[in-house]
């Protein structure tokens, strides 16, 4: 069987499709993340900021809970009736769920229907995002032929660093916009709202694409062949959700950074929102550069070379901000570990989700990648807080990064190369075997 010819205006246009939905719905999550404390006030008003802050982030981790649901009815409908109408379901309810949120009064006006509202715009919003990510990375990994994998799966990893940085830049820009006060009471849902712009345009491109991409029915790789065995399919699946649970554990330590500067560190708003900006620009530059670097180096290279950075850094760089906390220290450090901490994870997502049978790949990559998003993504921010609140030490957030990025170079490690023949014969076989 031919592997069907290349169509490069197509697969520019699948990546595009794919990744403004995704862009859109990890924009609303950050968004989120950003305003932790001001949402808290607004659904979860208490004497102790603490409590109120509490709350409002147990409301961000109950829409991480939702995410396997979408994960198996929208990823089982993606495989069974085209990637495109999988991702048409998931960003419809996502609009519904941002404008939902977004226009919902708060507890002085509607009482405790307020957070009621709002805790169930999160499920929607979770259920969307679960659905969204399998059937939007499967989409563009097989819109292009098995060689240029790592890049196009790249963009998935980069609409996220995308969205992450358009929410920072927002968040950032009407903090010095806005007063305290401001934000508060209607700053949180223009920034939301600024999101739902790129509505019609998502649902426009995607109406313009086919329903299966064109290397759907490409030949069988090495790495699918393998996976076809339970033994394989069960090593991707544990390996590729220990993977994925550093990586989101990881991000959502770095969205924290806005609500640590102002919390444990005493910083201005500002700062924290600069902080989080320049994260999330660096990380969007070094997720293409890490799928570009997969499709020549292979997939294992590209992720463990990095990670094993990452992680060596963390202590140091952490160190040398304590002993003089300065703003272009807090800067410096954001961005050198986000560049680092980034990069590995579009080979990850490129050698998980093309390791997966492609029968059941929407399915299997949403769930792969939703589990430990809710059980380690979602409770990410609410265990710093209470360990950071608990214990005083604002080094808590340093062990707790580190912690989490040997347990995923743990993970790289043992994944096998899911790179094809062409590119394991170059430098990746010398390097790091398969």
Known sequence: MHAPAHNARLARRAIIAATCGNALEFYDFVTYAYFAIQIGHTFFPSVSPYLSLLGSLATFGAGFGARPLGAWVIGGYADRHGRKSGMFVSLILM????????????????????????????????????????AATTYMLESVPPERRG??????????????????????????????????????R???????????????????????????????????????????????????????????????????????????LHLPIWVGMAGDL???????????????????????????WPQLAFAALILPMFAWFFAAPTVTAFLT????????????YSAAFTAVSESLPRHMRARAFALV???????????????????????????????????????GLGAMLFLKESAPMSIRRGPARAVLPA
Request: charged content about 5%.
């Open 278 to 304: 320049s994260n999330n620009t660096a990380g969007m530059v070094t997720a293409i550069i890490g799928g570009w670097l997969s499709d020549r180096v292979g997939r294992r290279p590209a992720m463990i």
């Open 190 to 264: 223009i920034a939301l709202l600024l999101g739902t712009s790129i509505l019609p345009f998502a649902l426009l491109i995607r109406s313009s694409l086919p329903d299966h991409p064109v290397h759907h029915d490409a030949p069988m790789t090495e790495a699918e062949e393998l996976s076809a065995t339970t033994a394989g399919f069960l090593r991707v699946v544990i390996l590729g959700m220990l993977i994925i649970g550093a990586g989101t554990t990881t991000t959502y330590i770095f969205l924290y950074m806005a609500t640590y500067a102002q919390t444990s």
């Open 95 to 134: 609009g519904v769920g941002i404008i939902g949120l977004s226009l919902t009064p708060g507890y002085a006006t509607i009482g405790i229907a307020a957070p009621i509202i709002a805790i169930l715009a999160r499920l929607c919003q979770g259920f969307a995002l679960g659905g969204e990510v399998g």
């Open 369 to 407: 990648y939703t589990i430990p998003v809710t059980t380690m993504g979602g409770t990410t921010q609410f265990n710093l807080a209470w360990l950071l609140h608990r214990t005083g030490n604002p080094a808590v957030l340093a062990w707790y990064m580190m912690a989490v990025a040997c347990m």
């Open 151 to 188: 890049w196009a799966s790249s963009w998935q990893n980069s609409s996220q660093m995308v969205a992450f940085t358009a929410g920072a830049l927002v968040a950032f820009l009407l903090s010095l916009w806005l007063n305290d006060d401001q934000l508060g009471r209607y700053g949180w």
């Open 333 to 344: 450090l954001n961005i050198v570990l986000s560049a680092l901490g980034t990069m590995p």
